[in-house]
């Protein structure tokens, strides 16, 4: 069975602090897609990334990057120069190819950035 | 960009009474709604998968007589929760996608239900 584990409960840096976010996830298939959501106190689900398991190219995206390591089943994020704004839950989630496709969600990593 | 809209975002409701949340996809056709619940502090936990023209398949230890849900048309799923109770209380979340596996999923903007 799929699961996804986010270890770190709650982070709290300071503005402009460097942060990473760990994702590490079981699956037995081979096609299988990661995502990364941000959840703001309003509560809607914000999409931030969508990797297929066949794709391991790190990607960077403004502030945000992200590093994908079959190897060690993780999935991990890191905020660049963080901002007040970045205050979120951060979630993880697993959709395998096979069985049923809805997402599967890590517990969450609540980010506090102090100004 | 595709959207799902999920109506109300809040409810009050009283303790005994039932409460409908409707979610719709407006541009695209969902032949899946997936419903999601989430506790304060909690991750979001799958209820149930729906797909259009058939029974919706609960996660185990959802009651389905609470949890009704309908996917009549593909464009619109609705879960209503019967005699709330205030344990009911919580986020709950639509998706949406379309028959592939490697098709998008798209989230509502949830449904903050409590029962007084």
């Known amino acids: 069975a799929q699961k996804v584990t986010q270890a770190q409960t709650e982070i709290s840096v300071v503005e402009k602090e460097d942060v990473t976010l760990d994702c590490v996830y079981e699956t037995r298939d081979t096609t299988y897609y990661l995502f990364w959501y941000k959840q703001p106190p309003s509560g809607e689900l914000v999409f931030l990334i969508r990797?297929?398991?066949?794709?391991?190219q790190n990607e960077i995206s403004g502030r945000y990057s992200w590093n994908f390591q079959k190897s060690t089943s993780s999935f991990n994020f890191t905020i660049t120069a963080s901002q007040v704004v970045d205050s979120a839950v951060y979630f993880c989630a697993l959709k395998e190819d096979t069985g049923r496709r809805a997402l599967t969600f890590g517990s969450g990593t609540r980010l506090q950035v102090q100004p | 960009g595709a959207v799902v809209s999920q109506h109300p975002s809040r409810v009050i409701c009283k303790s005994g009474t039932s409460v409908k949340i409707e979610c719709r996809s407006l541009d695209f056709q969902a032949t899946t709604m997936f419903w999601y619940r989430q506790f304060p502090k909690q991750s979001l936990m799958l209820m149930a998968t729906s797909n259009e023209g058939s029974k919706a398949t609960y996660e185990q230890g959802v009651e389905k007589d609470k949890f009704l849900i309908n996917h009549a048309s593909l464009t619109l799923s609705t879960l209503t929760v019967t005699s709330a109770h205030p344990e009911d209380s919580s986020f709950y979340i639509c998706?949406?996608?379309?028959?592939?596996?490697?098709?998008?999923?798209?989230f509502g903007n949830g449904t903050r239900l409590t029962v007084t």
């Open positions: 998706s949406a996608t379309t028959g592939t596996h490697n098709s998008p999923l798209h």
């Open positions: 990797r297929n398991s066949f794709d391991e």
